[in-house]
Structure formats: structure tokens, C-alpha cells
């Protein structure tokens, strides 16, 4: 670094503070990153983006989203958005390898972890040395969560554990698991009964076997539970509880990790129209196209700003029908804009590239992207279940 960067400092004068990311950020930036870190050992990719997140600690800006008790910035929500937009705007790495030990692991133990747990998890998630996965799903237990079947027994000083998980992001490089599992089979409903554990994913008794997605790749895993020791200090909230615990895990969805993920894609968005002013834009049919879904895409973006606002002004107030529409519209919408590419652009963008693992996107919104998008109408619950939702707890209309 040329010089010390003091983006805390600037808390306070919003002007300031966005001048000095955007410094730091030109400084600071991997050079050229996306094309460095493509077809690189996974190994030393992770070594890539500890490297990453060790240079936004040093700036305050590891983990911009947590509270100063636990290490982070304590930055109030405008903050924490200038944060977010200067990172896209810069083109900074991803962080998604971390996705769950950042936002879902600390969301869960700030609430309900006790403080040997905090204690003894929450630094090697800051310093990228642990990565956590989520195992939550089950086969036969994704949308109807509340009936998952694996079972955690006490004896004595410890819980066993049998059981299957499937569809957990990462959980082939993870260290540690949230992980659902039920202690008791008597409840009168079938969510009473499930604990809230986390699981040493090297305890004898885990296999993780790696699933096939239709790009080649494996980005998540199924885990397979047979006899797994796992001590009760390691059980979160009390036994019996997990279903409350487990929506602190899923409540970190709503608000900026998709907020990221919105403003990347506005960023690469306008860089596809750029690009294309002599050759699709010319066609007035896709560039009437273009238009209306830059048309969505900030409507998007709007409701994303709508709901943190609301979460800043009062998290227990905030409209709980704004996250179900903004995860009923995101998906589609990926879908439509990335198969709209595909078609403007021709062969060329038809090819396969492999992504930069752990990154959410190949460089630009491109074939792995599309095939990607169809993901994010079934993570963090379907969207038939959006619907659902919308239709029995929105609007009140009779249960089907
Ligand atoms: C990219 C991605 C990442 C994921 N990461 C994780 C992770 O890290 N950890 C984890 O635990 N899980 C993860 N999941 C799993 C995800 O939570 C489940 O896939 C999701 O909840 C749906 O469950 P299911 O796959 O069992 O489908 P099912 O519940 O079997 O549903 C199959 C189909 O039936 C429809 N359906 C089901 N019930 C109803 C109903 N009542 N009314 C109308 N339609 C219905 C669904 O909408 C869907 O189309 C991930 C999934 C994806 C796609």
C-alpha cells in the first residue's frame, strides 16, 4: 500500500468515505484477477482470496457487516451499501467461498451461539482460516425442511448422529457444518424436536461426496452422517429449538448478500450495452429488449435499497413481504437476461468456460452463468414456495 487508507475514519461524511474506498480500491485491487485466477489449483486459489480478505481487514473492511463487539466495523446500513456498490463497481473478488462462515455462521451465533462458541469460532471466520457449510436439506426434506429425518441421540457428553444432507454449498472444502438434525420424535409438530448443531466436518463418521452440476462442476455436496460423536458444547440455543435458530441462519438471505449480488450484475449490465453499441445494440428489436429489462433490473434494485432501509430503520419492523418478492423475481430474472445474452451475442458467448471456482461469476454474465441462474428459482426455498407464501400469508387466500 502507498499510503494508510482511513475508511473508517470517514464514517460520518458519506463523500469522503466513498472517496476513500474507491482509492484503496484502485490501489488495492488484485490486479487483473479474473483472468489470473482462471483454471487455478483450488488450493491456491483459497490462498487468493484469504490474501483478499486479509487486505479488507487491514482497512476495517473484512466482515463490513458486523456489529463492533465481534470485530467489525459497526457501519450503519448507508454505509455498509457504499460499501457494497464501490466493491462492484471496482470489480473486487467475490468472496463466495465464505459466503456461509460470513453471513449465515455469524448471523446464528450472534443471536444464539454462547460465548465459548463466539470465542472460539468467530476468529477463524475473519481470518478466512475456516470455511462453513449449511446443512440444512435433506432428500425428501428441502422445501418441507421440518421433516428431516436425521437424528441426533445424547449419550452422555456427546450427541450421535446418523443420517443425509444433500445440496450443501462448499461443503467439500468446509471445516465446520451448521447442521439440523432432530433430538426428539415426539413432538405434536413435526418442528418441535430439531437441535441446531455444528459439526467438525474431520469427526470419523462424515463422508461428503461432491455432486456433478450440469456445468461439470461441483459446487455443493451430500454428507453422509454414520455414528458421528459430536459434543454438547457444540450444540447451539438449547436442544429442541433449532427451528427458531435455524431462521437466524436463513434471515441473512434477505439483505446484502443478494443486495451484492444485485449490484455486481447492474455493473456487468452496463458494461454488456457498452460493448455492444456496434453489434447487437444496432438491432433495434434487442435493444428494445435490453431496455426493458434494464427496466426490471432496476426495479430490482430499488426493492432491495426499500427493504434495507426498512431494516435499518427498525429490523423488527421491516416488511416481510418484500424478501419473497425480491426472491420471486430475482431468479426469472437472471434466467431472462442471461439467456437474452446468449441469443444477442451468438456462438461465441454459446461456449462453455469454466468459472473461477468459488466465484460466483465467469467474467461476464456468460453460458456457465445461464445454466447457473436456473439455481437461484430453488436455493433458499423455491419459488412455488414464494408463491405459496405469497398467496396464503399475503394475501390470505385458503391453503391448497
Ligand atoms: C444453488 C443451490 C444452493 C443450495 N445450497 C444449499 C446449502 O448450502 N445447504 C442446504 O441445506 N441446502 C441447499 N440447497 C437446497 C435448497 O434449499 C433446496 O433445494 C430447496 O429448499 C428445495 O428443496 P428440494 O430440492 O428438496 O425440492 P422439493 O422440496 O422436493 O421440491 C421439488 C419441486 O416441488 C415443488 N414443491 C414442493 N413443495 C411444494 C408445495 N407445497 N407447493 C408447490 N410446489 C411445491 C418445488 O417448488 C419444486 O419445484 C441449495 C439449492 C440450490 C439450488
Redesign the pocket.
Given at each position: 500500500m502507498s499510503r494508510t487508507y482511513d475508511i473508517l475514519g470517514k464514517v460520518g461524511d458519506e463523500q469522503a468515505f466513498r472517496q476513500e474506498i474507491r482509492e484503496w480500491l484502485a490501489e488495492c485491487t488484485p490486479k487483473n484477477w479474473r483472468v489470473k485466477w482462471q483454471g487455478v489449483r483450488e488450493e491456491d486459489l483459497k490462498s487468493e482470496i484469504i490474501a483478499w480478505l486479509g487486505e479488507r481487514r487491514k482497512v476495517g473492511l473484512g466482515t463490513p457487516h458486523w456489529p463492533k463487539e465481534w470485530g467489525g466495523p459497526g457501519l450503519p446500513f448507508t454505509y455498509q451499501i457504499m460499501v457494497y456498490e464501490e466493491l462492484s463497481r471496482a470489480d473486487a473478488p467475490e468472496l463466495d467461498m465464505f459466503t456461509?462462515s460470513l453471513f449465515h455462521t455469524p448471523a446464528t451465533l450472534f443471536e444464539h451461539g454462547t460465548q465459548e462458541q463466539k470465542d472460539r469460532y468467530l476468529h477463524g471466520i475473519t481470518h478466512g482460516t475456516d470455511i462453513w457449510?449449511?446443512?440444512?436439506?435433506e432428500?425428501?426434506?428441502?422445501?418441507?425442511?421440518a421433516s428431516l429425518r436425521t437424528s441426533a441421540r445424547r449419550e452422555g457428553d456427546h450427541y450421535v448422529l446418523n443420517g443425509q444432507?444433500?445440496?450443501?454449498?462448499?461443503?467439500m472444502n468446509a471445516q465446520y457444518c451448521l447442521l439440523l438434525a432432530r433430538t426428539d420424535n415426539s413432538g405434536k409438530r413435526k418442528h418441535d424436536g430439531i437441535s441446531y448443531f455444528i459439526l467438525d466436518m474431520k469427526t470419523p463418521g462424515v463422508e461428503v461426496r461432491p455432486i456433478r452440476q450440469i456445468t461439470g462442476e461441483s459446487?455443493?455436496a451430500e454428507i453422509f452422517m454414520d455414528d458421528v460423536k459430536v459434543p454438547v458444547e457444540n450444540l447451539i440455543g438449547a436442544e429442541g429449538n433449532g427451528w427458531n435458530i435455524a431462521q437466524s441462519t436463513l434471515s441473512t438471505e434477505r439483505g446484502l448478500l443478494i443486495f451484492g449480488s444485485v449490484e455486481r450484475l447492474a455493473r456487468s449490465f452496463e458494461l454488456d450495452g457498452k460493448d455492444a453499441r456496434d453489434t447487437w445494440m444496432r438491432d433495434v428489436q434487442f435493444r428494445r429488449e435490453y431496455a426493458a429489462l434494464y427496466g426490471e433490473l432496476q426495479s430490482v434494485r430499488l426493492m432491495i435499497r426499500q427493504l434495507l432501509i426498512e431494516l435499518e430503520a427498525n429490523p423488527d419492523k421491516a416488511s416481510p413481504t418484500l424478501p419473497t418478492f425480491i426472491k420471486l423475481i430475482w431468479g426469472p430474472f437472471l434466467q431472462r437476461y442471461t439467456e437474452f445474452l446468449l441469443r444477442a451475442e451468438g456462438l461465441e458467448t454459446q461456449k462453455w468456460q469454466p468459472a473461477i471456482p468459488g466465484t460466483s461469476n465467469s467474467s461476464r454474465l456468460r453460458f456457465n452463468d445461464f445454466l447457473?441462474s436456473y439455481?437461484?428459482t430453488?436455493?433458499?426455498?423455491?419459488?412455488?414456495?414464494m408463491?405459496?407464501i405469497i398467496s396464503e400469508r399475503i394475501l390470505g387466500l385458503p391453503r391448497?
Open positions: 456461509i457449510c449449511q446443512g440444512f436439506s432428500p425428501g426434506a428441502g422445501s418441507d425442511l444432507k444433500i445440496w450443501s454449498s462448499g461443503a459446487e455443493f447457473k439455481g437461484w430453488i436455493a433458499g426455498g423455491s419459488n412455488e414456495i408463491r405459496n391448497g
